[in-house]
């Protein structure tokens, strides 16, 4: 394990820390460092630029309720959002946001543009508004503010519009 983080970290080499990964594997499949070598390898993955393939391992790993638990449902997110899978994605912005009480900012706007653009794709303008919202409020000068209010903007007449 020591010489894959050493190949992934020091030596950036993302293709010779999965070979590393792979032998660790072959020999402890099931040891004690099991999620180590599983975020390692999500890691690599993305280094080596296998966003579906570290998504793989991710829908693979253990849940938790610690503060790196949140930072997996986070980056589990945004991956199964861009594979196209927001409907997954939601409950993990959720548990990213929301778990264990107070979510640290960079997470929680991330958490919160995760979920306002995957309830958009999905057709939850309602819900999506709400999110823009408090992404807008908790994070004025956000990453992504202008996309939040142009989003609000461009969808201002739903809102007004009423219910058939």
Known sequence: MGEAFRALRAR??????????????????????????GLARVEALLG???????LDVLDGLADGRDEAARQ?????????????????ALADFKA?????????????????WGQATCRARLGDAAGAR????????AFPAGPHAADAQ???????????SPAR
Do not use: M, Q, V
């Open 12 to 37: 950036r080499d993302p293709d010779a820390a999965l070979a590393l990964l792979d032998r660790h594997d072959r020999l402890f499949p099931r040891g004690a460092l099991a999620l180590e070598a």
């Open 48 to 54: 080596a630029g296998r966003r579906a393939a570290a």
């Open 72 to 88: 997996r449902s986070l980056l589990r997110g945004e991956l199964r959002a861009d594979a196209g899978r927001c409907t997954e």
């Open 96 to 112: 990213a946001e929301s778990a264990g009480g107070s979510a640290k900012g960079d997470r929680r706007a991330r958490a919160l």
């Open 130 to 137: 709400r999110d823009f919202h408090h992404y807008l409020a």
């Open 150 to 160: 142009r989003w609000l903007e461009a969808h201002a007449a739903e809102a007004e």
